[in-house]
């Protein structure tokens, strides 16, 4: 059974703690990513890894941070530096050029 | 800078309307215009795409109507149904810069039985 898992579904820690968010895919696609989505917002881009041991910065990275030591595989760990770190959290992935991004069922970080 | 503008926010429609959410964008370079439907507390699901060479792409009741010259692109749900009641995405993909997608801010779609 093919698809993207995020783990665990709900997450909650307190304030100035670090945390990790997994996020695993058996499609063997090259690229993954993680977005943020806010309340009745729309999706930002965190960071995104085209390849293994490669990653870059997308347009809201600053508190995160991410590793690709897997092709399977593509953890974010939130900082403490995040400001506002509760958000709904999704990684996606995809094969390649001219390829759609898919979705994992997301994980929903509450930091109190 | 939001790049892919999404409107209406919310849309309500009686069972068996048509549901129309548009999107516009700035970016020539935009390769692929998916859109995508989320349901509360899950990950977005790509519903249908296009391509800007194409005008008009059917699946099922979804319709993307394409108009390159206005920059311009729809989602057309015929037949709604209250099982289409969700957050519906546009997104717009450029291919030389890592597949990155852009996304419009959402429509939130309430289809009355």
């Known amino acids: 059974d093919g698809g993207i898992t995020q783990s665990p579904k709900y997450l909650f820690r307190k304030e100035g703690q670090n945390v990790t968010l997994s996020c695993e895919q058996n499609?063997?696609?090259?690229?993954m990513y993680w977005y943020r989505q806010d309340p009745g917002q729309g999706l930002r881009l965190i960071y995104y890894s085209q390849i293994v041991n490669d990653f870059q910065k997308g347009d809201i990275a600053e508190g995160y941070s991410v590793s690709r030591e897997k092709k399977e595989s593509f953890p974010l760990t939130v900082t403490s530096a995040q400001k506002n770190p509760t958000a709904f959290y999704l990684c996606?992935?995809?094969?390649?050029w001219g390829k759609g991004q898919y979705f994992g069922p997301g994980t929903r970080l509450t930091v109190t | 800078q939001q790049q892919v503008k999404q409107s209406p926010q919310s849309l309500i429609v009686q069972k068996g309307g048509i549901s129309i959410i548009n999107c516009a964008y700035e970016?020539?370079?935009?390769?692929?215009f998916p859109w995508y439907q989320q349901f509360p507390g899950k990950g977005p699901a790509l519903l249908i795409a296009?391509?800007?060479?194409?005008s008009e792409k059917k699946e099922g009741r979804f319709t993307i109507s394409f108009n390159k010259s206005a920059k311009q692109f729809s989602l057309h749900i015929m037949d709604s149904q209250p099982g289409d009641s969700a957050t519906y995405f546009c997104?717009?993909?450029?291919?030389?810069?890592?597949?990155?997608?852009?996304f419009g801010g959402g429509t939130r779609l309430m289809v009355k039985p």
């Open positions: 296009i391509r800007p060479d194409v």
């Open positions: 499609l063997n696609h090259d690229a």
């Open positions: 970016n020539t370079a935009f390769d692929y």
């Open positions: 996606a992935s995809s094969s390649g």
């Open positions: 997104a717009a993909l450029t291919y030389n810069a890592g597949n990155m997608l852009t």
